[in-house]
């Protein structure tokens, strides 16, 4: 079982709605990522949150917005996407040293689909 | 900038037989980690194995095995007896040691190589 948890594992969305993804982890990491992964792409960043506090964004539309409500909860919220926004959208979570060896632990992801 | 190169795009290999997964990187930078993670198509990204630059030693875990030559700039990626369940895309990925305000530095990936184990 993966220690980040993701949910849904699937979601289907027309273009008009508005639907989050949830990402949880418990092993006490301080940061947390969102990343997006196209078919046969690498993972792109999205988001970084450190001690949930914004960090990073990698000029990410509007139409998409993280929240981090405490330290181990991270959201994305959803909001008239686009079909091009039909991807694996993947939560990780990380230790704040720079050099933690075991890098960062990533979630098994939400299949977006917007029709 | 740095980058990651992986330049087999897919590989097959026999069951029970080694294979190994390539990866260059380029980077002006002293301090730097090198990682390789696994991504069957459940889509989980699985770390497997990381190097730190200033390690000497290669870094193994199990029957990962990472393969670095820092002159080469090089990070191949070792699986000794395949399984079938090996069968799924490696992703070779560098992290910049930048430290954005207490997370860790972002990971640049490479494009992946997808490994099928035949029977």
């Known amino acids: 079982d993966t220690e980040v948890t993701q949910t849904p594992k699937h979601l289907v969305m027309g273009m008009t709605n508005k639907k989050s993804l949830k990402c949880e982890q418990h092993m006490g990491h301080r940061a947390m990522y969102w990343y997006k992964q196209k078919a046969k792409k690498p993972p792109e960043l999205m988001f970084v949150y450190s001690y949930e506090k914004l960090s990073i964004n990698e000029s990410v539309p509007s139409r998409f917005s993280p929240e981090c409500p405490n330290s181990s909860l991270l959201n994305l919220h959803l909001h008239a996407l686009q079909p091009e926004d039909s991807a694996l959208y993947l939560c990780?979570?990380?230790?704040?040293?720079?050099?933690?060896?075991?890098?960062?632990?990533f979630g098994s992801g939400t299949r977006l689909t917007v029709v | 900038a740095q980058k990651i190169t992986q330049t087999q795009p897919g590989m097959f290999v026999q069951e029970k037989e080694a294979v190994t997964l390539d990866c260059t990187y380029d980077?002006?930078?002293?301090?730097?980690?090198l990682f390789w993670y696994k991504q069957p198509s459940s889509g989980e990204m699985i770390f497997l194995i990381y190097?730190?630059?200033?390690?000497?030693q290669n870094a193994t875990e199990g029957r990962y095995s990472l393969n670095f030559q820092k002159a080469r700039k090089s990070a191949n990626l070792v699986i000794s007896a395949s399984q079938l369940g090996d069968s799924a895309m490696y992703f070779c990925a560098m992290r910049e040691e930048m430290n954005y305000g207490g997370s860790q530095g972002n990971l640049i990936f490479g494009k992946g190589t997808k490994l099928s184990v035949k029977p």
């Open positions: 190097q730190g630059s200033y390690d000497e």
């Open positions: 990780a979570s990380s230790q704040g040293r720079k050099r933690a060896a075991k890098g960062r632990t």
């Open positions: 980077t002006s930078d002293q301090s730097y980690g």
